[in-house]
């Protein structure tokens, strides 16, 4: 079954990395969805189902944690898993996201095998849901 | 025992330099599928010479702050971009810029990865990146610049950041 992600970065470059690394894992993902920011996130999740999020931490508007937060206080949403991709290496926001129920982090600069490590066994899980 | 804050910026000099060099290799390798060889490293104070070409800037803010700086040819951020999004742009673009924006963002956010460990927790800003001819670059205040020159494909990728108790 294939699976349709969410891209959410500020970056346009690294969203098209994104979507060129997700394409080269190998795995069976379809749609492959891109939001500029948090409030750009939810306006794409109000008409497209998604089975995993992935967002940067640091963004103009609607930063990563508050997407984290607000998926998590949604019924609608909050089964959605989210891995977080940043350079924010510090603990105190990896951990916050991790107290806001992050399912994964990805540490930037990533490479296609960390992508794909990170996200085959939390896809696999959702799934079975 | 209390170090001087001078002391201890002094002593964060080394770290910097071994940070840019580091994570620049592992931003280029990782994110460019290219090798970036040894950089020249130095330490210079604020320079007014007059710049062509793309800049790059990043804030870093915490109990110190400082800036972290990323300067090339436009030919130069044609190839970073075309290596980093396998595009094949021949001039500054939007897509370019954002290439360039992002490097930075990578590179100089790993060096504060490194050095929050000395610091404590440093936040970065929003890259900010300039392209033109024939224009000036100043920083507020009168530190030295930590700066390491890396060769690259017969051009040179300027790596600097500069960091003082806030």
């Given at each position: 079954?294939e699976s349709?992600l969410?891209?959410v ?7 098209k ?9 190998g ?9 500029g ?8 999740l109000?008409?497209?189902?998604v089975?995993l ?13 508050q997407l984290?937060a ?11 898993p ?9 603990a ?13 982090y ?23 849901l | ?6 002391i ?5 000099q ?11 290799a ?12 040894p950089?020249e490293?130095?330490?210079e ?9 793309v ?5 870093v803010?915490?109990?110190?702050a ?18 980093m999004?396998?595009?094949e742009?021949?001039?500054v ?5 954002d ?21 404590g927790?440093l ?11 024939n224009?000036r ?11 390491v ?7 040179t990728?300027l ?8």
């Amino acid at each position: 079954m294939e699976s349709d992600l969410l891209v959410v970065d500020d970056s346009a470059a690294i969203r098209k990395i994104l979507q060129r690394v997700l394409r080269q894992t190998g795995m069976s993902i379809g749609a492959i969805y891109e939001a500029g920011d948090g409030q750009e996130a939810l306006t794409v999740l109000e008409t497209n189902k998604v089975d995993l999020i992935l967002s940067d931490i640091n963004m103009p508007k609607m930063d990563g944690l508050q997407l984290l937060a607000s998926l998590k206080a949604s019924d609608q949403w909050r089964h959605i898993p989210v891995i977080m991709i940043t350079t924010e290496g510090g603990a105190t926001k990896v951990g916050e996201a991790g107290r806001l129920g992050a399912a994964g982090y990805v540490k930037k600069p990533f490479s296609a095998d960390q992508i794909k490590e990170k996200l085959a066994g939390i896809l696999e899980s959702a799934q079975s849901l | 025992m209390n170090l001087q804050p001078q002391i201890v910026e002094m002593n964060l000099q080394p770290q910097i330099l071994e940070s840019i060099s580091r994570s620049a290799a592992e931003v280029f390798t990782t994110m460019l599928g290219v090798e970036l060889g040894p950089g020249e490293a130095s330490v210079e104070r604020d320079m007014h010479d007059a710049s062509d070409g793309v800049v790059s800037f990043i804030g870093v803010a915490g109990m110190w702050a400082g800036t972290g700086v990323i300067v090339c040819s436009p030919e130069m951020a044609c190839r970073i971009c075309n290596h980093m999004l396998m595009t094949e742009n021949s001039s500054v673009n939007e897509e370019v810029l954002d290439a360039v924006a992002e490097l930075t963002n990578m590179i100089i956010g790993s060096v504060k990865n490194d050095i929050e460990t000395q610091v404590g927790p440093l936040g970065l800003s929003i890259p900010t990146v300039v392209f033109g001819k024939n224009f000036r670059t100043k920083s507020a205040g009168a530190t030295d610049w930590v700066t390491v020159r890396f060769p690259w494909e017969g051009e040179t990728l300027l790596v600097k950041m500069c960091l003082a108790p806030h």
